[in-house]
Each structure stands twice: as C-alpha cells, then as structure tokens.
C-alpha cells in the first residue's frame, strides 16, 4: 500500500506558541489536507532544561484553535522526540560504524585554540583520522564529504551549499545526548516523514541534514523553507519585542478564523484576491488554493493593523448565533443575554475585537434608575449650539407621547426627522446631544436601534435629565 505524502510539525515546547509556528503549521496542514496525506505532530522535547509541559499542553490547544485538530484523520501524534532517544543512538552508532562520522577528544575550549592558532573559524578536522574510540567527554562528529551539496527547495529553486564551507558538525554531545540535527533527521526518518515544510531560519542546517539522511540510507524528504516574519522595523519577530503568543490574540478577541486567514497571507496571496480586491477567503479555499511554489522570499511583515481589519471583517460576516457564542465570554455575567441578543445585530460592523463589545453598550445594562457615565467632552460639545436645549426638549415631549407598541427603531427615527425640520440641521448633528444623554458617549451602536432596545421609560428618564442639565447650564451661563 502506498500512503500519502507525511508532512510534519516539529515545535519545541520552550515557550508559548509563535505565530510563526502557527504559519509553518498551517501550512503543513493546508498541504497535507489537499494531498490527503498525514501531519504528523512532533514535540521536540529534548531540552529539558527549556521544556514544560504546560508549553506542550498550550502548543496543542493553540493547534486545535486555528483548526489544526487532532480528530482529523489527517492528525498524526503527537509523537514525542524523547521517545525516540534510543533510535537516536542507534543511528549514531551506525555512521560511526560506516566511517560516516567519527569521534573526536578535543574539549571545546582545545577546539577554539585550535582554530585561532590555524586562524580559521570553527573545527578544522583535527579526529578524523586519529582513530578515537567512544567515551566519556568525546564528541561524535560528521565527516563532511567533498563537493557540493543540493537542495531542492520548493519555495526557493535548487540551494547550492559548498560542502567546504560546512566544518564536520557534532552528532552526539560528550555525555552522549544527541544534538538537534542528529534527532530531527533520524525523527523524521522513524516518522517517513517526506516533506519538510519549514521557516527559512533552518536552512543552513539543510545541507546538513541531507547529508545525515544520505548517509543513514534513507532518501532525503522534499524541503521547502518559507520566509520570516518581520515587524514593522523588519526585524525578526522575537519574543522578547514584540507580541508573538498565539495565545494573546486569542485572548485578545480575535477570531481564529481571522488569524487563520491572515497567517496565510503572509508571504502568499491567495489566487482571485487581486481581482476579488480582498484576502479574506474561507479555510477550504486556502487550503485548496496554497502552494509552496507561489510563496514569495521576501520576509513577510506580521502586520497587527491587517490582523485586526481582517478580525473586523470576520466579526461582521459572522452568523449572530455565532457571534453571541464567542462573545458570551467577555460578557458580565449578569447582563441580560436577550437583551444583548437584541442589539448585537447593530454593533458587529462597529468592532475590531470582540473584547470591545462591552464598553459599547453596557448604557443599556445600568441598574434601573442608574445614569451612564457622561463622557465630558462629548456633552460640551453637543451640548454647545444654541439649538441643543430647545430640539431636546421638543425630542423628550415627542418620544413621551408614544404608545408601548410604538416604541420602534423607524418610528423614533422618523419623528426626530420630522422634528429637526424646523431645526434645518442634518440627522447626524440631531442625534448627537440624544446620543450622549442617553448613552454618555459620542460613539456607539445606531441610536435609534439602542432607543428600542433600552426602552421608552429609560429613555425618557435620561433625556429629561439632560433636558434639565441644559437649564442649570443655560442658568448659570
Ligand atoms: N524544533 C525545531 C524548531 O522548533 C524544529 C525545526 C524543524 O522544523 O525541523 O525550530
């Protein structure tokens, strides 16, 4: 039987889950997916002095968040690289056995003298030829071959590596651990891993790697390195500087389907995009769509201000039933979940996370008889045309004459039209000094949508406040 094409995820558990990493995840998923192949999980647990497991446990939520699930059947793992300590061994044993590496006794201080003393850098070959046998405090070392090293990169085109440039790099360490290249390659062999998709950061292991699969036997996978993310100085994106934590844009009210999506389009565009004026495409069409080959080499900026019109875009488009459930949790618990229901509809287009929800209508959650707090500078300046007060008033006594069943968004837009005709102002300026009495702010949901939805005695209870502020106002004044 032949299977589909393995393609592997390989974090190292040593901090929270990158956005980089979710890139190189996705795309190892979008692939593996469209080709019906594997994704094979693989947590690099070998540094134990950086691991913990909370960091593993985080690596998999965050997976399962952007959709990478580990009930899919194109789900493998997760496997874990200390499991196979022994498969690292053995492989080591054998290039040592085929000649293919050698142990050497120098300490690494010996190794840098070495090096001044021969004015080169690095390890200049000193064992290859000595004979040394296994023991404590020795290093295993590749015997890099002559001549040149190719890789075939699908991002990239063929990477041609002079093999004198690359010195005879350590295997096993002297206590007998094995170093990453060693681990990651013989994983992936014991995996059948056959497409490694990963950033550009790793390429100059890559000759490396080849070389060690070349050498136990196995044929090398196809590689594919895809460029770095880069902030907006086009630095590397680093923990230490800037905002990297999957995690944190989860918990900061973006969408995963927004994150998704824009992941993707870092380095790639999606085919119809420059047409359709827009990168937001559903999950099936980008997995659908992506292709290693059309990815740019330019590092790819991880623009937070792109992110978050791509989440506003995405809160918009979502079905209510939807959007009530993912914002249920920035909720206080004791508002009342209809009444939100009501106005949820009029305030989706207005967020760019859904963190922002709360303070945009928590005016209709006061306790009853309770004012909002009245933003200043917002009452100021509605409050400051000579027509403010009178239309006010005019608006209080026409909104007080309504019956219950009148208490509709169209019907209090309508006779505040008609009333602000003799007023010759615009609706825009009309609704601003209603808009703060009654919400405290200058911004909001539609106010006529918010009026239905706080309910006539409310409102009126405000507006005759504001009515009555004005005439202590025009009386001190
Ligand atoms: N553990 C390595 C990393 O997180 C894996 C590199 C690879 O994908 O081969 O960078």
């Known amino acids: 039987m032949t299977e589909g094409p393995r393609f592997r995820f390989a974090p190292s558990p040593t901090g929270s889950f990158h956005v980089g990493g979710a890139r190189t995840a996705l795309h190892n998923w979008a692939l593996a997916r469209r080709l019906g192949g594997t994704f094979v999980l693989r947590i690099e647990d070998t540094d134990e002095a950086r691991n913990r497991l909370e960091w593993t446990e985080g690596i998999i939520d965050a997976l399962a968040w952007i959709g990478v699930s580990a009930d899919d059947d194109h789900f493998e ?21 085929s000649g293919a590496a050698y142990y ?5 201080q010996e190794v840098q003298d070495r090096a001044k003393k021969l004015g080169i850098t690095g390890y200049d070959g000193y064992s290859r030829d000595r004979g040394v046998e296994p023991g404590s405090g020795r290093v295993l070392r590749f015997r890099v071959p ?16 002079d093999n004198s440039t690359i010195e005879d790099f350590v295997l096993l360490r002297g206590n007998n651990t094995p170093m990453f290249l060693l681990a990651n390659v013989v ?7 056959t497409d ?11 000759p490396k790697q080849q070389m060690l699969w070349e050498a136990l036997g196995a044929e090398p996978p196809r590689w594919a390195h895809v460029p770095v993310l880069v902030n907006e100085q086009r630095k590397k994106l680093s923990k230490r500087r800037d905002k990297v934590a999957v995690e944190s844009y989860r918990d900061d009210g973006i969408l995963a389907d927004a994150m998704v999506n824009y992941l993707m389009t870092l380095g790639w565009t999606p085919p119809g995009a420059e047409e359709a004026g827009s990168e937001i495409f559903p999950w099936n069409e980008l997995e659908a769509a992506f292709r290693l080959e059309d990815v740019t080499l330019s590092p790819a900026f991880f623009d937070v201000k792109k992110l978050v019109a791509f989440n506003k875009q995405y809160i918009k488009n979502l079905p209510l039933a939807d959007f009530l459930a993912a914002v249920d949790a920035d909720l206080p618990d004791d508002w009342d979940r209809q009444r939100f229901a009501a106005i949820a509809p009029h305030i989706t287009e207005r967020l760019e996370r859904l963190g922002d929800a709360p303070a945009l209508v928590e005016f209709l959650f006061l306790p009853d008889g309770a004012d909002p707090d009245v933003d200043d500078a917002a009452w100021t300046k509605a409050a400051k045309p000579d027509w403010a007060g009178p239309f006010l008033v005019e608006i209080a006594e026409a909104y007080a004459s309504f019956g219950p069943d009148e208490w509709r968004s ?8 008609a009333v602000m005709l003799s007023y010759e102002i615009k609706l825009g300026k009309a609704q601003a000094l209603p ?18 939805v706080l309910g006539q005695n409310e409102t009126l209870r405000r507006l005759r406040n504001a009515v009555t502020r004005m005439a202590s106002k025009s009386e001190a004044d």
């Open 196 to 206: 490694v998709v990963r950033a550009e950061e790793h390429l100059p292991n890559t």
């Open 435 to 452: 808009r703060v009495a009654v919400t405290g702010r200058s911004v909001g949901p539609p106010l006529f949508e918010a009026l239905e």
């Open 187 to 193: 994983d992936d062999i014991e995996m059948r891993i």
């Open 410 to 417: 169209d019907k209090l837009k309508a006779t505040m039209e």
């Open 104 to 108: 050497c006794d120098l300490t690494g």
């Open 146 to 161: 002559e001549g040149t090293t190719v890789v075939h990169d699908a991002v990239r085109g063929d990477v041609l590596f």
């Open 77 to 97: 793992g997760p496997h874990f690289q200390s499991e196979y300590a022994a498969a690292h061994i053995t492989a080591a044993s054998r290039l040592f056995e």
